[in-house]
């Protein structure tokens, strides 16, 4: 692997909590046994392929401003392989074990989908080799439905046969890369499932067609015996005005209306949770509650801005609840922490990518830490436990089994004239929880 694409950035070290060394880690330590398990193995940091070398920072007023000097612009072979160099180079640089990627962002798009294929398998034999010589691995892999102008009116919930049969044989393809790299899982993210209008849109029909999409993705997962695990990823809109994976809630019901619930679990993004109108924590306890926590795309938004702005997770609060769901589920098996985040537009140059993970990074593990500290001191928990204690009764227990009726109930509530509710204690329990971050 060359190691040219970051001169005179070092592999990141670890510093003191004060030190003023602009580049360091003060809080990840990799192998600090936090709740019986390395760092590394609670967090298990991902970077994306797509923001990371492909997104040069354009917004939809002006032009990229990203500085990528190993990148010649062009999609020759040459170059992808310079840039998975590079890529690897800061993976190693920046210690994260993990990286996600859209077969496109590591491959061009030919003029057929064979050559397309062609390109593909070139890209990825080099991927191998670099998983190899370094030891990282690959979180998921995942295809891109969204980019090319076929896809403008969706890929499995196209109106045309002909772009479903292409996105399928992408996904087919995608699948079977990721399974040779030895990908942990893959994903499915519906930017284009959903639609721009009504008016021109068979919803009933649309939603059947990505069911059956996603059911023949299950049955080619099975017959080449790839064992990563599937994940939805939720997002209510953008590009869509609507989008059929909108929320945690919405992929659930999904998912058990078409059968498709034991082949998936969700990988939660904080950005989407925010444009569903929910915060990331109710996202991901919906997803524990149901037992189908992946794994998460890692970022933030602009509360008062309303789009998907990919920001980097800085915000140790944020991080701390995430955790905190994140561990109450058990924590990660297949899934980990993905960065699908960008740098501000503003943050061109190279060592911004070090410095946008490295928050990153610092703010989870400290995250990490705070809900861990918040778990053992078990105020918090004992405080739900104790608001829930009236149900640990024989009633209590007859109705959670389905067995009481209405009209048991109504006899115990006709002469009851007091009803003990207890306060909240919401300021309180928050306290407990800052105090610990
Ligand atoms: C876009 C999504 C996308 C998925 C992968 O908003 O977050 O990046 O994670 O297709
Ligand atoms: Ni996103
Ligand atoms: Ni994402």
């Given at each position: 692997m060359a190691q040219d694409a970051f001169p005179g950035i070092e592999q990141v070290p670890f510093v003191e909590r004060?030190?003023?060394?602009?580049?360091?880690?003060?809080?990840?330590?990799?192998d600090e046994i936090v709740e019986g398990k390395a760092m590394r193995d609670q967090l298990r940091f991902a970077a994306c392929y797509?923001?990371?070398?492909?997104?040069?920072?354009?917004?939809p007023f002006g032009a990229a401003t990203a500085?990528?000097?190993?990148?010649?612009?062009?999609?020759?072979l040459d170059n992808c392989r310079r840039r998975a160099d590079a890529f690897f180079e800061f993976l190693h640089k920046c210690r994260i074990d993990f990286y996600c990627f859209h077969d496109r962002d590591i491959a061009p798009e030919r003029s057929t989908l064979a050559e397309s294929n062609a390109a593909l398998d070139e890209v990825v034999r080099h991927l191998e080799s670099l998983q190899q010589a370094t030891g990282k691995r690959l979180l998921w892999g995942t295809a891109c439905?969204?980019?090319?102008?076929?896809?403008?009116?969706?890929?499995?919930?196209?109106?045309r046969i002909e772009v479903f049969a292409h996105a399928a044989a992408q996904v087919k393809k995608a699948i079977e890369v990721t399974h040779r790299l030895g990908g942990e899982g893959y994903v499915f993210w519906g930017?284009?499932?959903?639609?721009?209008?009504?008016?021109?849109?068979d919803l009933r029909r649309e939603r059947e067609h990505l069911a059956h999409f996603l059911h023949m993705a299950v049955d080619y997962k099975k017959s080449i015996g790839f064992k990563g695990q599937f994940y939805i990823e939720p997002k209510p809109?953008?590009?869509?005005?609507?989008?059929?994976?909108?929320?945690a809630a919405a992929c659930l019901a999904f998912l058990r209306e078409f059968g498709l619930l034991p082949h998936f679990k969700l990988n939660i993004e904080t950005n989407h949770a925010t444009l569903a109108g929910h915060t990331v924590e109710h996202e991901l306890a919906v997803c524990r509650a149901t037992g189908v926590l992946g794994s998460v795309d890692a970022n933030s938004g602009?509360?008062?801005?309303?789009?998907?702005?990919?920001?980097?997770?800085?915000d140790p609060r944020l991080t701390t609840k995430m955790m905190l769901e994140i561990l109450a589920a058990g924590g990660f098996t297949t899934g980990g922490l993905n960065f699908d985040a960008k740098r501000r537009?503003?943050?061109?140059?190279?060592?911004d990518l070090f410095h946008a993970h490295v928050a990153g990074m610092d703010a989870f593990a400290r995250g990490l830490k705070a809900a861990a500290a918040i778990r053992s001191d078990g105020r918090i928990a004992a405080f739900v436990r104790a608001r829930y204690a009236?149900?640990?009764s024989e009633l209590g227990r007859r109705i959670e089994a389905g067995d009481a009726t209405l009209e048991e109930l109504e006899a115990l509530a006709l002469?009851?004239?007091?009803w003990p509710v207890e306060s909240g204690r919401q300021e309180m329990l928050e306290q407990i929880m800052h105090d610990r971050i």
């Open positions: 004060d030190s003023h060394a602009p580049l360091g880690f003060r809080h990840y330590r990799p797509w923001h990371t070398m492909r997104n040069g920072l354009a917004d500085r990528m000097p190993w990148d010649d612009g062009s999609d020759s439905l969204f980019a090319h102008p076929r896809y403008v009116s969706g890929a499995a919930t196209s109106p930017g284009r499932e959903g639609y721009t209008t009504l008016l021109n849109t809109r953008e590009p869509s005005v609507h989008q059929y994976d909108s929320d602009t509360d008062n801005c309303g789009w998907d702005t990919d920001e980097f997770p800085t537009r503003e943050s061109f140059d190279p060592v009236s149900w640990d002469h009851r004239i007091d």
